[in-house]
C-alpha cells in the first residue's frame, strides 16, 4: 500500500486550528514596546499638529498687507509661545514654531525674502518679494490627526514608526499581547554539543536554529533542549515546557524509523501525517496538555522550510496577528523537472530581479547560510513557475 500524502493546505488549515490568542495582557511604556503585538486599539488623546505651526523657516505676516517692507519685532523658534503680527510687522520664525490661529496669516520662506538663509541677527526690517496666500507654509492645528481618531489598530506589530506616532498624540502606555513562550526540543541520539561529540555523532544544529527562527519571530524561547531516543527523557523534557510555554517545537522523530522517539512517545496525542510536500513531508501537530505541539522533520532544511510555513503561523494565531508572507511570481534558475504529486521548496536569496538558490537537498544547512526567501514550486511546475515568499 502507498503513502497517503495530505495536501498542504489541509496540513496549514490544520496547524491554524492548533492556537488560540493568548489571554493574558502586558501594559508597557510605548517606547518599551517594540516588537510586540497591541491587544487593542490605541486613540489619541493629542491632535497633530498640536498646535498650529510654521512648514518652514522665514516670516510670519498678515497678507492683507501691501507694502513689500515690513518691520520685524521679534523671533519665534521652535518651543516658543506664539507673538501677534499687527499690520505692516513681521516676525521671524523657524519650522515647528507655534503660528496663532489666525486665518489671515502666513509664512514667507526666507529664500523669498532680501536676506540670506542660516544664522544672523535679528534684522530690523524684511523686504517680501513673493506676497503669500492665507495660511501658506501654516499646518493647522489637527490636520493629520484629531483627538480620539484611531492611530493604530489591534493586531499590529509596534515598530518604530507606530511608536512614533503613539508617542506623538500623547499616550504613554500601550497594551499588547505577551511575547509567546516557546519551547525548543531537538531529539536524536546522533545529535550533541559541539564540545561533546563523540564516534557517530553530528553537531545538533536544530535546536538552536528553531531557538533563532523563535526569537526573530518576537517570542521568549525557552533555550533549546536536546533529548535521546528513550521516550521517558523525551516526555520528561516535553511534560516540563508544556507546564511554562504557550507552544512547544520539537525536530526529529517523526519519520518511519525504529528509533522515532517524537512519534512513540506522543502516539495516541499527536497527529503524524506525510504531506506533500519537499522537503518536509513527515509533520506532526497537535495540543499536549492543552498547549500547542508542532513536531518537525529533523532535517535541517525540512526544518528550516517548515517553521517558515507552520510553526510561524501558529505564533500569528497566538498574538491574534495578522500573517500574510509577500509572495512574488519569480523563475529559479537551472534544470528542474517538475515533480506531479508535491509542492517543493527552495531556499533562495533574491538580489534586485534575481534569484539565487544553492539547491534543496534536506540535509544541505549551508545551503541556508544567507537565504532571505522561500521559493514555493507548485506540483507539476518547473522552476519557471516559482513563486518566492520573502521572509
Known amino acids: 500500500m502507498g503513502v497517503v500524502l495530505i495536501p498542504m493546505s489541509e ?3 490544520t496547524i491554524q486550528k492548533l492556537a488560540k490568542p493568548l489571554e493574558k495582557r502586558v501594559t508597557l511604556a510605548t517606547e518599551e514596546a517594540a516588537g510586540f503585538v497591541l ?3 490605541v486613540t489619541a488623546t493629542l491632535p497633530i499638529p ?3 505651526n510654521s512648514a518652514m523657516d522665514g516670516f510670519l505676516v498678515r497678507t492683507e498687507d501691501a507694502d513689500a517692507t515690513r518691520r520685524v519685532i521679534g523671533d519665534v523658534p521652535a518651543g516658543a509661545t506664539a507673538l ?5 510687522e513681521a ?6 514654531a507655534p503660528t496663532g490661529d489666525d486665518e489671515g496669516l502666513a509664512v514667507v520662506p526666507v529664500e523669498d525674502t532680501n536676506l540670506e538663509p542660516g544664522p544672523q541677527e535679528l534684522p530690523r526690517t524684511v523686504e517680501v518679494h513673493r506676497s503669500p496666500k492665507a495660511q501658506a507654509n501654516i499646518r493647522r492645528k489637527a490636520e493629520d490627526v484629531c483627538v480620539g481618531d484611531t492611530v493604530v489598530r489591534a493586531g499590529q506589530r509596534l515598530d518604530a514608526s507606530a511608536i512614533a506616532a503613539i508617542i506623538s498624540v500623547g499616550v504613554p502606555t500601550v497594551t499588547c499581547y505577551p511575547r509567546p513562550v516557546v519551547g525548543v526540543i531537538s531529539s536524536g541520539d546522533e545529535l550533541a554539543a559541539v564540545d561533546k561529540l563523540e564516534e557517530g555523532q553530528i553537531p545538533d544544529s536544530n535546536g538552536p536554529m528553531i531557538e533563532a527562527l523563535a526569537r526573530a519571530e518576537h517570542c521568549d524561547v525557552v533555550r533549546a533542549h536536546h533529548s535521546s531516543d528513550n521516550p521517558s527523557d523525551f516526555l520528561e523534557i516535553l511534560d516540563d515546557l508544556a ?3 504557550d507552544l512547544v517545537v520539537t525536530t526529529g522523530g517523526v519519520s518511519a524509523g525504529a528509533f522515532d522517539v517524537v512519534k512513540e ?3 495516541g496525542s499527536i497527529a503524524f501525517v506525510k504531506v506533500a510536500q519537499q522537503p518536509g513531508k513527515p509533520q506532526g501537530c497537535g495540543l499536549w496538555k492543552g498547549i500547542p505541539l508542532v513536531c518537525l522533520p529533523g532535517n535541517p532544511v ?3 522550510v517548515s517553521f517558515h510555513m507552520y510553526v510561524r503561523e501558529v505564533i500569528a494565531c497566538l498574538t491574534n496577528t495578522p500573517h500574510e508572507l509577500v509572495k512574488i511570481p519569480m523563475s529559479i534558475d537551472g534544470p528542474l523537472d517538475p515533480i506531479e504529486e508535491r509542492t517543493r521548496f527552495f531556499p533562495v536569496r533574491v538580489e534586485g530581479d534575481r534569484v539565487v538558490s544553492k539547491g534543496a537537498g534536506s540535509h544541505r544547512i549551508g545551503s541556508l547560510v544567507g537565504m532571505n526567501g522561500l521559493a514555493i514550486v507548485p506540483p507539476g511546475h518547473t522552476g519557471h513557475d516559482a513563486l518566492v515568499m520573502l521572509l
Do not use: Q
Open 91 to 96: 516676525v521671524r520664525i523657524m519650522t515647528g
Open 11 to 13: 496540513y496549514l488549515s
Open 50 to 52: 498640536r498646535f498650529t
Open 39 to 41: 491587544a487593542e486599539d
Open 84 to 88: 501677534s503680527v499687527g499690520s505692516g
Open 243 to 245: 507546564s511554562r510555554c
Open 265 to 267: 512517545a506522543t502516539a
Open 302 to 304: 525540512s526544518s528550516w
